[in-house]
């Protein structure tokens, strides 16, 4: 009852494999071509296990989803590469591994690369259950320079491990999660080790208007776990550049924070209204 009919050719086109397209999971050779045509069909993607190397930006679209088993790597080779989500909504992530291989290229010449996941005036994002791993900078980034707030974005239950590097000559700092310019911002039960850098950027979590004509509000910071930062707030609110805006609206609770060294576990910069509760 209640079924809608569909024949097999539109039931297959629900998702399709990035091998359909020639991708090679064997990390030998690039798959940046493959999994670019991929994306232009408009389906959702599935990666089989394997490890998938690029050599620039993926940019996905609208009203699709990228998921894989728990043996699917995207692995940078280069300072460009980042997954870059610019003014969609409704895209959804799950289940990659995204290996930024930072020990393979110099260190970055600009502040804005190489990241894991960067998302730009969208909509309705949910980043779930990925593995981002030896990446240069920041694992997730939500808002950078666009002055378009990204308004719901989820990032739960990932695990975010070994994220910047002391030895970035530009930048030196390294955020799991970071979030320039946003509005109901769902930051909950991820995993977030490994944080190394020099600058009071650095933190797990980091609130950071910058540069942008918006509000970051309306944000929940719940049920993390944050292990070691180096010298550095589990999390942290900062605010930096040329900016005109505030925080408001902060939900921090439920969270565990182990070993920042010498910084606070939390740091508060005191912008509008900011709850505190429950966190060890």
Not at 123 to 141: A, K, P, Q
Not at 158 to 172: E, H, Q, S
Request: glycine content about 8%; charged content about 10%; some cysteine.
């Amino acid at each position: 009852t209640g079924n809608v009919p569909t024949n097999v050719q539109a039931k297959l086109r629900e998702s399709v494999s990035v091998l359909d397209f020639g991708a090679d999971n064997t990390g030998a050779s690039s798959s940046q071509t493959a999994l670019e045509n991929a994306i232009a069909t408009g389906y959702s993607l599935y990666f089989p296990a394997g490890t998938y190397l690029i050599t620039n930006v993926l940019s996905p679209q609208s009203n699709t989803k990228w998921y894989a088993n728990k043996d699917a790597t995207i692995k940078f080779s280069t300072n460009d590469c980042k997954i870059y989500a610019l003014s969609i909504s409704n895209w959804e992530m799950e289940g990659l591994n995204v290996d930024g291989n930072y020990t393979a290229y110099a260190p970055p010449t600009t502040v804005e690369k190489p990241w894991g996941v960067l998302c730009e005036a969208c909509t309705n994002i949910n980043i779930h259950h990925n593995y981002f791993h030896e990446i240069w900078r920041i694992g997730v980034m939500i808002g950078d320079t666009n002055t378009t707030p990204n308004v719901g974005v989820t990032v739960a239950d990932n695990y975010f491990n070994n994220i910047g590097k002391t030895t970035d000559a530009v930048a030196n700092f390294g955020n799991g999660i970071a979030v320039g310019c946003g509005q109901d911002i769902h930051i909950v039960r991820n995993i977030i080790a490994n944080i190394t850098g020099t600058t009071s950027a650095t933190g797990g979590i980091n609130l950071e208007p910058y540069n942008n004509t918006y509000t970051v509000r309306d944000v929940w910071i719940t049920d993390n776990y944050i292990d070691t930062v180096n010298n550095a707030p589990g999390i942290n609110t900062i605010m930096a550049g040329t900016y005109s805006v505030s925080l408001d609206n902060i939900n921090i609770s439920g969270n565990r924070i182990n070993s920042t060294n010498t910084a606070a576990g939390i740091l508060l910069n005191g912008f509008g209204i900011t709850t505190v509760d429950n966190n060890y």
